[in-house]
Nanobody
Framework: VQLQASGGGLVQAGGSLRLSCAAS????????MGWFRQAPGKEREFVAA???????YYADSVKGRFTISRDNAENTMALEMNNLKPEDTAVYFC????????????????WGQGTLVTVSS
């Protein structure tokens, strides 16, 4: 089972990026999928999650700016990030776990390799 995250890059504050996560090796029927991020010297933190049925959950820090979505037929997930701020700078990871969703990274079994997002001021 592999999760492949992509789409990171360098963007100015106020800009946008779209992250993608492609799953292979199995289908994720019944799995919740999430995005986490880790800034240098900080712990990995929850960003957003989407359940198999499409219910979405967001950290307060990104609510209203980020949108998570998934395509169950294609086994993919995306994170649309708008109005980016320098404090959004981090390595972003996609992850999957059996339902229900969780904001605790320790509950996620499958992880992608991470993609770096850098927001300049």
């Amino acid at each position: 089972v592999q999760l492949q995250a992509s789409g990171g890059g360098l963007v100015q504050a106020g800009g946008s990026l779209r992250l993608s996560c492609a799953a292979s090796g199995r289908t994720f029927g019944g799995y919740s999928m999430g995005w986490f991020r880790q800034a240098p010297g900080k712990e990995r933190e929850f960003v957003a999650a989407v359940s198999w049925s499409g219910s979405t959950y967001y950290a307060d820090s990104v609510k209203g700016r980020f949108t998570i979505s998934r395509d169950n037929a294609e086994n993919t997930m995306a994170l649309e990030m708008n109005n980016l701020k320098p404090e959004d700078t981090a390595v972003y990871f996609c992850a999957a776990k059996r339902t229900p969703y969780s904001s605790d990274p320790r509950e996620y079994r499958y992880w992608g390799q991470g993609t770096l997002v850098t927001v300049s001021s």
